[in-house]
């Protein structure tokens, strides 16, 4: 039996997320996500999400705030906000990332 869930996804016709993310390829476990050329800004709200999230910085820079602490993400950080924990970023160079999130997040 095939196994449906093979996708693939052209960045330029994925569907965009309320936060201005692009949904990219999904599968049964685990959906990617492009933040691209986010510019600098204050805090964005706290949120909290029912997924694992990991991420790979391409470019820029930001603050990532969870749990009491602040990392700071450049270019060639990963990082992991686990399950259910309120977290912020703050962009403070124009910033692009990949991220992995499981379950999926996907576009509705």
Same mark, same amino acid.
């Given at each position: 039996?095939?196994?449906?869930?093979?996708?693939?996804?052209?960045?330029?016709?994925?569907?965009? =997320?309320?936060? =201005?993310?692009?949904?990219? &390829?999904? =599968?049964? /476990?685990? &959906?990617?996500?492009?933040?691209?050329?986010?510019k600098?800004?204050?805090?964005?709200?706290?949120?909290? /999400?029912?997924?694992?999230?990991?991420?790979?910085?391409?470019?820029g820079?930001?603050?990532? /705030?969870?749990?009491?602490q602040?990392?700071?993400?450049n &270019? =060639?950080?990963?990082?992991?906000?686990?399950?259910?924990v309120? /977290?912020?970023?703050?962009?403070?160079?124009?910033?692009?990332?990949?991220e992995?999130?499981?379950?999926? &997040?996907?576009?509705?």
């Amino acid at each position: 039996m095939k196994d449906t869930s093979v996708t693939k996804v052209t960045s330029e016709f994925s569907p965009h =997320g309320p936060e =201005g993310e692009k949904y990219l &390829a999904s =599968g049964i /476990h685990v &959906a990617m996500r492009l933040w691209e050329n986010e510019k600098p800004n204050d805090k964005k709200p706290p949120s909290k /999400h029912d997924y694992e999230v990991v991420g790979y910085v391409i470019k820029g820079k930001a603050e990532l /705030h969870l749990e009491g602490q602040t990392l700071i993400l450049n &270019a =060639g950080d990963s990082y992991a906000v686990p399950k259910n924990v309120e /977290h912020t970023y703050k962009i403070l160079e124009n910033f692009t990332a990949v991220e992995a999130t499981s379950p999926p &997040a996907i576009a509705h």
